[in-house]
Antibody, heavy 120, light 106 residues
Framework: QVQLQESGPGLVKPSQTLSLTCTVSGDSISSGSSYWSWIRQPAGKGLEWIGRIYTNGNTNYNPSLKSRVTISVDTSKNQFSLKLSSVTAADTAVYYC????????????WGQGTLVTVSS | DIQMTQSPSSLSASVGDRVTITCRAS??????LNWYQQKPGKAPELLIYAASTLQSGVPSRFSGSGSGTAFTLTISSLQPEDFATYYC????????FGQGTRLEIK
């Protein structure tokens, strides 16, 4: 059974960098069979795809966030990470990590989500 | 960017009803369309991928259809556990979600 678990600070100050890590179990990030994605959801609002990374380090980002987002992978730890710079209150959301097999497949495994609040 | 528009934004229905949710893409996305169900406080769950393929373990009362720019999700006979928010998502280019359809009990 594939499981994903987000971890990182729940509170970030405005203008600072939000950093989250996703630990994957039950699948190997280095297997090359999937993308590994970040999605967020502000309270009471819809889902926003942030970006994804492939085993080889290739990334795709949401154009609206691209200038502030970096997604990286650590295959030795079976983890991937999100960094979002220059955060504001508008970045307050539940952040999900997820497995995305790509092409016409949907995002089939999600973490439980972690709330990140941007506030001084 | 490809924009995804769902309708309606909210819907009230009763147990046993047949309901249909529509998702339209701003340009053709072939069959690169997925549907998710999300319950309060939980992560979304994949229902249908490639427009019409049922994800393993999803009840057969859920079905999807469409290609190009117009897609539908149909629940043939609503069950109490189906009251949730539903999202479409395109994977033809950089991924985008629809705004969601909240399905409420009448």
């Amino acid at each position: 059974q594939v499981q994903l678990q987000e971890s990182g600070p729940g509170l970030v100050k405005p203008s600072q960098t939000l950093s989250l890590t996703c630990t994957v179990s039950g699948d190997s990030i280095s297997s090359g069979s999937s993308y590994w994605s970040w999605i967020r959801q502000p309270a009471g609002k819809g889902l926003e795809w942030i970006g994804r990374i492939y085993t080889n380090g290739n990334t795709n980002y949401n154009p609206s966030l691209k200038s502030r987002v970096t997604i990286s992978v650590d295959t030795s730890k079976n983890q991937f990470s999100l960094k979002l710079s220059s955060v504001t209150a508008a970045d307050t959301a539940v952040y999900y990590c997820a497995r995305d097999p790509g092409y016409t497949n949907g995002i089939d495994y999600w973490g439980q989500g972690t709330l990140v609040t941007v506030s001084s | 960017d490809i924009q995804m528009t769902q309708s309606p934004s909210s819907l009230s229905a009763s147990v046993g009803d047949r309901v249909t949710i529509t998702c339209r893409a701003s340009q053709s996305i072939s069959s690169y369309l997925n549907w998710y169900q999300q319950k309060p406080g939980k992560a979304p769950e994949l229902l249908i991928y490639a427009a019409s393929t049922l994800q393993s373990g999803v009840p057969s009362r859920f079905s999807g259809s469409g290609s190009g720019t117009a897609f539908t999700l149909t629940i043939s006979s609503l069950q109490p556990e189906d009251f949730a928010t539903y999202y479409c998502q395109q994977t033809y280019s950089t991924l985008t979600f629809g705004q969601g359809t909240r399905l409420e009990i009448k």
